[in-house]
Structures are given as C-alpha cells and as structure tokens.
C-alpha cells in the first residue's frame, strides 16, 4: 500500500543516493593513503620552517592595513548585494508590468535610494585613495 509520504519521499531517493556514494568514495580515498603513506624517516628542524618558492622570509608576518582596504571591500558587497536585488525584478517585470505599475514605481525608488548612496559615499571621498 502507497502513501502520500512514499510519494514525498522518492524525490529524496537520488539525493541520498549520491551522498552514500561521496562519503563511500572519500572514505576509501582516506583508507588507502592510510595504508599506502610512508612516515617520514628523519624529524629534522628543517622540516618545520617556513618555505614558500625558496626565498627567505623577510620581516614580520604581521603587516597593518589600511582601513580603507575594508571601507572598499565592505561598500563593493553592500553595491553587490543590491545589485544581486535588480535580477529577480527583471525576471518578473515582464509579467508584473500589464497588471500595476507599482513595481516599476518600487523599482525606481530603490535604485533612487542606491544612486544617492552611491553620491553619499562619493561627497564623503570613501572612494579617494589617497
């Protein structure tokens, strides 16, 4: 006798499916390294310094950046963000237009609201970097 939770239930069949096999696979992988690694014959000092293409390390690992750095980077993800907003209005503007001409007026407002963020931070100079 089938329920409606077979029914639900089938969708999830190739999902878990493909989960056994990742994990069958990975967990494989993990054993026959195991098996087939060698450990090393000497512990030497040299082994645990630093190497990165043969060149000396010079100075301190511990460099300050300028808070400008993270202004920039903060203020490209809140753009990114919104901009990320503008494709599902696309996608239904088509559609949406005949009806109202509410989300053409909604879509307006908001890129009024980014244009004069943009300005905002643009009179401030967080975009000078000097």
Known sequence: MSTSLDHVYHGYLP????????????????????????APLEVTPKK????????????????QFS?????????????????????PWTIIFKD???DSYVILAQMIMFSFLLIGGYLYLRMRGAFDWE
């Not at 878990?16 to 690694?37: E, F, K, P, S």
């Not at 645990?48 to 460099?63: F, H, K, L, T």
């Open 15 to 38: 999902i878990l499916l493909v989960l056994v096999i990742a994990i069958t696979i990975g967990g494989v992988l993990l054993l026959i390294n195991h098996l087939l690694a060698k």
């Open 67 to 87: 808070v400008k750095y993270y202004l920039v980077g903060i203020i490209f993800l809140i753009f990114d963000v919104e901009v990320v907003f503008l494709y």
């Open 96 to 98: 949406s237009i005949k």
């Open 48 to 63: 645990y310094e630093v190497y990165e293409c043969g060149v000396e390390p010079e100075g301190s690992a511990r460099q």
